[in-house]
C-alpha cells in the first residue's frame, strides 16, 4: 500500500513538473498569439486579456498580408529551409555512412574533422562568407543562403547519424552485398529507412535555427525578393516606432509552417531520443 | 561444382592477427563444420570465403579458381546468418527474389523459383507477409529459403540455430541435413555447438585461436583427437582429464571420456561424489578426486549415488587417451 501511494505522489509530482514546464515554454508563443489579434491599444491596456470579443481585431495581418510581399517571403524561408534540410540530411547521411561503414586510414580524423563545426560557430567566418559570395556573384540569391545553412547543419547531422549506424547489423548489409545490392542500394533502400528516427531527430535540430537566422538573410541576400520571413518582419520594427500588430501577425504566421514540419518529424524524434533508453 | 581450397588464408584487423594461416579442402557436397569457441575466428574465416572481409594474405579457390578479387554476388554463394538479416521492408517473397532480381531473372522465373523454396521448407501461407510479422523459428526458415533460391554452388551458414529454443533446433537442424541431401550442395556451417557439429557434419574443421587444430569426421575427432584441446572439444559432457604420473600411465595427462570411467569398488581412484545428474536414460555422477580435480562419470540408466559418499573409480585402458606436457597427443 505504502509502495503504491509514494508512486503515484510521484506520479503526480512528474506531471506537476511537466506541466509547469510547459506553461512556461508555451507563454511567450501563447502571448504572441492572442495579441496578435488584439487592436494596438488593447495589446498595451492589458496584454494577457484574451482577445474575444470586444479587442478582436485583424488589424496585424492585414497590415502584414498589405504590405510587403509577405507572401514572397514565406516562399524564400520554406524554399531555403527545405533545401538546406534535404542536402544536410542526404550529405550528412552520406558522409556518415562512409565513416561507420568503411575502414580506411584516417576514419576518425576524418569523423573528428566533420564534426568539428559544432564547436565552431559558422558566423565567425561570416567576412569569409561574404567575400566569396560576392567573388562567385551569389549574392542576394537564395543558393548562398542554402550554401551557407548546409555547411553548418552538415556536422551536427555527421554526427549524430554516424553514432546511430554504427547500430544498423553489419548481418543485413552483408546479406545485401551477397545478393548483389549495390553499396548505393544498401545505404538507401536497408540503411536510411532503419535510421529514420536519427533523421527526424536532426531534421529538428537542423531546422529551427535555419528559419529563424536572421544574420546570414540580412547580410548575405538582404534584396527585396530574396527577403526571409524573419527579414521580411524587421520592417515593422523601426528606431522609433514599431508596428507591434504587425509584428505579431508575422511572428504568428511565421510559427506556422516550422509547426507542420515538426509534427511531421516529432513522431519519429521521439522514438529517436528514446531509442536507446528503451532497448 | 562447391570445391573449396584455402591456401595459408591470413586475416589481420590492424595489428591483431585473427586467422593465422589457414589451409583447408572442402570436397564437392561435403558439408562441413567449422567448430571452435567464441571469438576464434570462425564467422571471420566464413566472411573471407564470403567475400565480405579481404583476406590479408593466402589464396581463396572455388571449384579451383582464385576468388580473392571477386565480389561477394558474384561467387555463387548463399549465406545465412545468425540473425537472419531479413530486409525488413521486403515481403517473406520478395526477400528470397531479390537475389534473382538484382540477377536479371524474369519475372515468372523468379516466381516459379520462390515458389519452390517456400514448399521445400513450408512457407506457402506466409510469402506475403512482412519479416515484422513472422516468429523466430520462421524468420530463420525465410533466411534458409532465401539462400536456396539463388540455387548456390556453396551455402554458407554462420550459426543459424543459436537464437531458436531447444525444440526448434533440433527440428531446424534436421531440417538442414535434409536440405544438405537434397541439393546436394557444398555447405559450411560455423557453431560453436558440438552437438550440432557431431550431428550434422561430414567433416568438422575444429579452430582455435585463428588456427585449424584438426581436421576429420566425427567419429574420428571422438576418437583419435590429436590434442587435449579438441579432446576436450568435442564430446559431451567433456572428457576427463587426468595426471598420468598418479595412475602409472604415460605421458603428461591421461584422458578418458565419461562413458569410459567406472565405478567400481576397490578401484585406483578414491574420491567422493559431489554432485548427481539424473537424466532417465542416464545418470551423471561428478566425483572429486585427489589430484585429479573433478572427475565425470557417466553410467547408463538410473544409479542412486548419495552425495558426500566415497567411491572408487576405475578407468578401461583400451579406451585412454595420452597427451604431452604440450597436449599433443601421444600414440
Ligand atoms: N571488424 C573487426 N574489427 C576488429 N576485430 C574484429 C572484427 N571482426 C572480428 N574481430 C575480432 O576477431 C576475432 C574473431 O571474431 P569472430 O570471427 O567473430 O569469432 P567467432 O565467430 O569465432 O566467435 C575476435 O577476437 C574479434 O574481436
Ligand atoms: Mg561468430
Redesign the pocket.
Known sequence: MAKSRSSTGRTFAAHAILITWTVIALFPVFVTVINSFKSRRAIFADPLALPWPEHFDLVGYTTVLKQGDFFGYFQNSMIVTVVSLFFVLLFGAMAAFALSEYRFKGNTLLGLYLALGIMIPIRLGTVAILQIMVAGGLVNTLTALILVYTAQGLPLAVFILSEFMKTVSDDLKNAGRIDGLSEYAIFFTLVLPLVRPAMATVAVFTMIPIWNDLWFPLILAPAEEVKTITLGSQIFIGQFVTNWNAVLAALSLAILPVLVLYLIFSRQLIRGITAGAVK | MGALDLKSVTKS?GT?E?IKGVNLEVAEGEFCVFV?P???????LLRIIAGLEDASGGDILLDGKRVNDVAPAKRELAMVFQSYALYPHLTVRDNMGLALKQAGVAKAEILKATDKAAGMLSLERLLDRRPAELSGGQRQRVAIGRAIVRTPKLFLFDEPLSNLDAALRVATRIEIARLHRDLGATMIY?THDQVEAMTLADKIVVLRDGRVEQVGSPMRLYNDPDNTFVAGFIGSPQMNFLKSAALGQMGETTGIRPEHLNIRHGGPISGTISHVEKLGGETLVYVRTEPHGLLTVRLFGEHDYGVDSTVQLDIEPSRAFHFDADGKRLR
Open positions: 584487423f591483431t585473427v571452435g567464441s571469438g576464434c575466428g570462425k564467422s571471420t560455423v
